[in-house]
Structure formats: structure tokens, C-alpha cells
């Protein structure tokens, strides 16, 4: 039993509906920095996306062409499996759906793969039917290199890592294999409505 | 010399009792610990601390320990984060007579002890300044003739720690040099501008001297040292740094 | 090693997460010395960078190849290591 300490109470905000709250989590008013390496910074005309893969010719777009795709606003909450979550969030980006569109569905699995060498996995219908985007604007404000940009993965019905910062490009899968932290034991799917936070949750 | 390692005890939590609280600066405070059983400490060595709220929210921090090994109690010096979570805790709430959890001590890399041998340049960056002003203290209370020339960078005056407890060690080969990075009052005699080469040189962090130097502050504060010594012609493995962030509030 | 407050990605170094990993080895990770698998640096735990991701990531100072992953959870701790590591044996 731990010791309780006088009038600490930490940061979090008690005053929110806790049926926005995921088991397990609580509610924080800034936006923490995760990152599994150092941030990198690649020039706009030297970045590009594609998609590869079970998809026939690799698709790529350079950083013009891919603010010429359609985009949409998204607004929604986010959960770290560090056990924070941040609600309201205002984000702008592609869907997933307009990058892989006409992709066969039976492959079945995305990995994201990143600049600084991270990746992660994802089944293909997580990042489909409207759940996730490439996204390059937050809060009205092109995205900060910390918080991933210039584009990050935006998944957010799962734990953010799933939502790979400084994402490059999804490599479509006929089978599900481990990304970086997937690997080391965290839940191949990671859905925080079920608290999938490790292998055996 | 005898060189001591560290107690081979096994890392529990342990319930220390606030014995004093002195004010160090605008924003920062020691807090004098009473530690049941504690196994002794080297100079530069940190602890965890562990807050618990009523509903069984937890949040643990690392602080380093400001106090020399022979001193009875153990004392921390907490510089407040506006935006942290522990830190407010730390330096705006505890009063005297509270308890909270505590573990250590902990590493071994960023420490010194006279057997090391020096001479030492101490570069501090703000509160990076606690671990090494445990080793300086040390120093004194071991009757070590080291020399030390210890350089501490802070945004401005009433930032500084422990500044009337530096002029009285400032003696006996010990020498104390400060570099204010944003506004410095009139008739200032320290430094006003970033940590550059010429003002390591000028404290002794010349590699030729073969001296020890530790680097301690924020993360970008000891980079940039760090990059500086090893323009200077330090071989990158004899800088010992730690940096700590704002996750350190 | 505490997302909660603004932290901002910076690494921190292997000092930092000594508390925890003494719960692993019962022994000062800081002082362990390691040979990196990527580019031969040698040096001592307490020298890796550190960052804070969904678990935490040492890497070499040097090069910044993967050191060490680490996942703290409520009732064990998952470790992985890469590269050449010597832990001293004290006699107790």
C-alpha cells in the first residue's frame, strides 16, 4: 500500500465525462512529446509517401502532390499507452482510403514505415473505412516536427503509437508481422477501449 | 586512497520525513529529508520519488541529492517546473513533518569521490548545478585538495543557487565562475552571453590539463558543452554528463 | 521517465532510467559497459541517450543505433538488449 501524500492531486483534469475515458487513463491538459528516437528533419522537397507492397506499382506522391489530395478535418480524442489521454484534438490530413484506394482488401495488413526507422503494424481494416489519416495540420498550424510532422499517422481509435510520427509510407501486407514496439510485447491491435496495452491484455 | 562503491542494498521504496525546507532561489527549494536506514550515498547519485494521490494516482521523478555523503540527513534541491506535475508538489507544498516515498541511491556513472583524482571542471547548467555542488561539498568535508573550477550557467540573477554558500567555498583551489545568459544587473563581473569555447578555456577545461569534467543541466545545455569540449580536444568518453528535461518536474 | 509533464522529446541519458533497471539487475545498469553491435563504440550505461516513447528507448550515443528497449509495467519490467554488455560480479 503506498503511502498517500498530503494534497497531491498531479495534473490531471477531474472534470470531464468518463465515458470519454478508456480504462485505465486520465485525462491531461497539454500534449506530451513521445518519441522512440531523435526527431529527424527532412526537407519538404526531399519528402515524399508511398504506398507499397501487395499493390502492384508503388505509389508515391512528393509533398506538393500530396497536399493536392482531398483532405478532411478530423476531430477527435487521443490515448497514449503511457496512460494519458487528451480529448478534443483538431487535426487535417488525407485519408487512408484516398491513399490506398483500389487496393485489395484480402492483403489484410498495413505497416507504416518512418523516417528515423520506426514502424508499426496495422490491420488493414483499422486504417480503412474512414478510421485513419495522414495528417500534417494540427490545431490549425501545419504539424511541429515534435509532434511528428511534417505528417504523422492519425489512427486514433487505437493507443498512439499506432499513430507513427514522421510516417513515410504504409507497406501493404498479406500477414500481420510486428512493428517496433509490437515487438517488444506491446498488442498487436492495441485498442484502448479493451485496454490492449501487451500481448497477454 | 580508499575508493568506496556504492552499498550493494536492494532498491526499495522508503517513507522519508520532511525535517526542514530552505528557499534557494525564486523558483527553487532545498528540502532536508529524515531517511530511515539510509545506506550512504557518492556525490552525484539521484533518487526516485514517488507521489501518491488519494485515489491511488501515482507520479515518480528523479532528483539529484545536493548533500555530501557525510551529512545526516539527505537534502534535495527542486527547481519548480510551471508546467510539471511533481515539482509544484515539491517546492510550493510540503511543509515540514510530511512524509512521501523515496528510493535510491541510484548510478553510479555520474558520480566523483577523491580517489578519482582531478583536477575537476564542473560545468552546471541551472539546477544541473545540485549533483556537482554534492561533489564540491564532499571535497571540503573529506579534506580533498583537488583542484575544482566550477562554471555555472543560469538565465539570470535571482536564478542562481546556492551563490553565498559558493563565495565562501571559493578558496583552498576551488574556483567559482558564472556566465548569466539573458539579463545581467549593473556592475555584474561574471559573464553575460551562452557558454562558448573561449570560457571553458578560461576555467580550466583545457584537455591538455587532463582534468575530469562533468556536464550536468537541461539537454541542450549539455549538448552544446558537450560538442564544445570535444572541439577543444576532449575524447567524448571523459565528459561525464547528465541531462535532465522538463519530465524531470 | 514521465510523459505527463510537457516534455519536450528531448533525449535524457541512462541515468535517468537507473532506478528501474536496478529492479531488473539488482546492480548499477549505469556503470555496465557496452560495445555497440553497430559502430564499436564502447561506454558505460549511463552514457546511452534516452527517449520516452509507448516504452523506453537506449541508444548509443555514437551512432544512435537501438542499446536497450525497456517496458515498465505494473507487475514486470521487458527488457531487450543489443550489443556487447559486461556487468561487473561483486563477490557479496
Known sequence: MALISRGFRGRRRTDVDPARIPPGQYVVEGFPVLSAGPTPHVPLD???????????????????????????????????????????????????????????????????????????????????????????????????????????????????????????????LDHDQPGFWENLGYHNRGDPWKEQRYWSD | MERLAPRKTPLVWRVATVRDVRTESATARTIVFDVPDWPGHLPGQHVDIRLTAEDGYEAQ????????????????????????????????????????????????????????????????????????????????????????????????????????????????????????????????????????????????????????????????????????????????????????????? | MDPTDEHEGEHLDGNGVAGILQQVFAADFTTFQRVCQSCGDRNMGGALRSYLGAGIVLRCANCGDVAMRVSPRDREIVVEMRGVWSVAITSS
Open chain 2, 61 to 249: 521523478r528523479s532528483y539529484s541529492i545536493a548533500s555530501p555523503p557525510a551529512d545526516h540527513a539527505l537534502e534535495l534541491t527542486v527547481e519548480l517546473i510551471d508546467t510539471g506535475e511533481v515539482s509544484p508538489y515539491l517546492v510550493e507544498e510540503l511543509q515540514r513533518g510530511d512524509q512521501i516515498e523515496l528510493r535510491g541511491p541510484i548510478g553510479g556513472y555520474f558520480t566523483w569521490q577523491p580517489a578519482d583524482g582531478g583536477p575537476l571542471v564542473l560545468l552546471a547548467g541551472g539546477s544541473g548545478l545540485v549533483p556537482l555542488m554534492a561533489m564540491l561539498r564532499h571535497r571540503d568535508a573529506s579534506g580533498a585538495t583537488v583542484p575544482v573550477s566550477l562554471l555555472v550557467s543560469a538565465r539570470a540573477l535571482p536564478a542562481l543557487l546556492y551563490r553565498d554558500e559558493l563565495s565562501c567555498r571559493a578558496r583552498d583551489g576551488v574556483e567559482v565562475s558564472y556566465t548569466l545568459t539573458r539579463e545581467a544587473p549593473s556592475g555584474w563581473t561574471g559573464w553575460n552571453r551562452r557558454v562558448d569555447a573561449e570560457m571553458l578555456r578560461a576555467v580550466g577545461a583545457d584537455p591538455q590539463r587532463r582534468p575530469l569534467v562533468y556536464v550536468c543541466g537541461p539537454t541542450g545545455f549539455v549538448e552544446h558543452v558537450a560538442e564544445l569540449l570535444v572541439g577543444l580536444g576532449h575524447d567524448p568518453h571523459a565528459i561525464k554528463t547528465e541531462r535532465f528535461g522538463p519530465s524531470g518536474g
Open chain 1, 46 to 172: 526531399q519528402w515524399t509517401f508511398t504506398v507499397r507492397g501487395a499493390v502492384g506499382e508503388p505509389r508515391t506522391w512528393s509533398w506538393e502532390e500530396f497536399l493536392a489530395l482531398p483532405s478532411e478535418a478530423v476531430h477527435t480524442d487521443i490515448h497514449c499507452v503511457t496512460k494519458w489521454t487528451k480529448l478534443d484534438t483538431e487535426w487535417r490530413g488525407v485519408s487512408v482510403d484516398t491513399l490506398l484506394g483500389g487496393v485489395d482488401a484480402s492483403a489484410g495488413f498495413v505497416m507504416a514505415f518512418c523516417d528515423g526507422g520506426y514502424t508499426t503494424n496495422l490491420p488493414l481494416a483499422d486504417v480503412t473505412g474512414g478510421h485513419a489519416w495522414v495528417a500534417y495540420e494540427y490545431d490549425g498550424k501545419p504539424l511541429e516536427p515534435k509532434h511528428g510532422g511534417p505528417a504523422r499517422l492519425l489512427v486514433p481509435h487505437l493507443y498512439f503509437w499506432k499513430s507513427a510520427k514522421w510516417v513515410r509510407g504504409l507497406e501493404v
